[in-house]
């Protein structure tokens, strides 16, 4: 089961929030038929949106939209605080690897933005975007929340895909000073930070989360809250409906005179609509 666990480190200095995504990660693979590297970067994204969700609160939602102008294109993950998470890539068939290794930085580029738009619920959506500085994630979204909210992070992404093009672990920390943080805080994330480079194996090595966070803090840590971790698109053919109705009167006489129907697909989850002409006109009647 895939889980995300938020914690309190070092009597409440220093917050903590750690996920195991190996299933999100798989289905996503099967779902968009990615390729390794398009997996291991959207396995990655999906990670850190789901952990970055579990940061808001109750009907709160994020979209994280990455794009370095690489072979895979834009990168886009949607997330929120119930541990739900969706997402998708422009280019799911890459593959580049170096010594042995999936290489993120050549997949997604160096040169571009990462966005993050917030829906707190107000009347208008909250965007910051950083400068892409590396192609790395982990020190990317590590220069976003420095840099974007003001929070030292230490940011540690790890997924491992097998022959059989599936993942064997996908899962990611995110280790935050609060403002309360003294010097010992900042010198013991610092000391981690080596520890925390081989994310993978230090999830295949601890079969649960709570016993890798006893590796990591040695019982000076409180367990918040533990959210199961799912790939989920909310998406139904009212939606889809109702996308078709800003096509406007014409245009959708049009789909009914050339097609008689018509079909939609769902970016993030691939689930098709189909719609054929009576439902179509309805559409049309209902814009009168
Ligand atoms: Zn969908």
Redesign the pocket.
């Known amino acids: 089961m895939d889980y995300l666990l938020k914690s309190l480190v070092n009597n409440r200095n220093v917050r903590c929030y750690l996920a195991r995504t190996t299933n999100v990660c798989n289905k996503a693979i099967e779902i968009h038929d990615l390729w390794p590297s398009a997996a291991s970067v959207l396995g990655k994204t999906l990670t850190i949106t789901l952990m970055m969700g579990a940061m808001l609160k109750d009907e709160e939602a994020l979209t994280v939209k990455i794009d370095g102008n690489g072979p895979i294109g834009l990168i886009i993950a949607d997330g929120n605080a119930r541990g739900e998470v969706?997402g998708y890539v422009n280019n799911p068939h890459v593959h580049f690897s170096r010594e042995g290794k999936l290489d993120d930085v050549i997949t997604i580029g160096y040169n571009g933005y990462i966005d993050v738009i917030k829906d707190l619920r107000l009347r208008e959506m909250y965007t910051s975007t950083v400068p892409l500085q590396t192609g790395n994630l982990a020190k990317d979204f590590t220069y976003y929340f420095l840099h974007s909210e003001q929070t030292p992070s230490l940011v540690s992404l790890g997924v491992t895909i097998k022959e059989d093009n599936t993942a064997e672990i996908c899962g990611g920390i995110i280790i935050q000073l609060m403002p309360s943080a003294t010097e010992e805080d900042i010198v013991m994330i610092e000391s981690m930070e080596n520890q925390l480079k081989e994310m993978s194996r230090l999830l295949l090595r601890h079969e649960r989360l709570e016993d890798l966070m006893e590796t990591l803090f040695k019982g000076n840590f409180q367990i918040l809250e533990t959210i199961p971790a799912v790939f989920k698109?909310p998406?139904n053919k009212e939606s889809f409906a109702r996308g078709i109705a800003t096509l406007g009167a014409e245009e959708i006489e049009d789909i009914i005179e050339t097609d008689g129907k018509a079909e939609v697909v769902?970016h993030?989850?691939r689930?098709a609509y189909n719609f054929d002409k009576d439902e179509l006109k309805n559409i049309k009647e209902g814009l009168r």
Request: aromatic content about 14%.
């Open positions: 969706r698109c998406c769902c993030y989850c689930s």
